[in-house]
């Protein structure tokens, strides 16, 4: 148990840090990209939200990977090829949790943390992204929600 615990903080700091200088990243990308195109009118906007939504799809994507690289490099928490661990990581991120592939009787604590890491930082996203929408996309305070 102990073991699932620390190395689940370890993976949960660095999914952490990777989110944090990912929107960073992906907010200055959006500035960058929508000064260059330098479009009128709502197509702007619309770039603006293409190019946030893309940038945090893969922020969460370089996440998961680094989840099920981790169980891969571990081995014995999930059986099967590196498409069957990211498979399952990407399940278990997204709190989808099919069942028709579960991680090892040990290790089960830790792809619980994963469920919860990846339930807030896809929470975190989606606030990320309803404030992008509203702050340089196409909707305004009010008018939408």
């Given at each position: 148990m102990i073991a699932n615990l620390v190395v689940g903080t370890i993976i949960i700091a660095i999914?952490?840090?990777i989110h944090?200088?990912?929107l960073?990243?992906?907010t200055r990308g959006m500035g960058l990209l929508t000064d260059r195109l330098r479009l009128q009118g709502r197509?702007?906007?619309i770039?603006?939200?293409l190019a946030a939504v893309i940038g945090v799809f893969a922020v969460l994507t370089i996440e998961v990977w680094l989840w099920a690289s981790c169980y891969y490099a571990m081995g014995g928490?999930?059986?099967g090829d590196f498409e069957t661990t990211l498979y399952f990581s990407t399940a278990t991120f997204a709190t989808v949790g099919y069942g028709d592939i579960v991680a090892s009787g040990?290790?089960?604590l830790l792809t619980a943390l994963e469920g919860l890491s990846g339930f807030l930082l896809i929470g975190w996203s989606t606030a990320y992204l309803v404030a992008a929408?509203?702050?340089v996309g196409p909707f305004r305070a009010g008018e939408h929600f």
């Open positions: 999914t952490v840090v944090t200088f990912g960073m990243a992906v197509r702007s906007h770039v603006a939200m928490v999930v059986v040990e290790w089960r929408g509203i702050r």
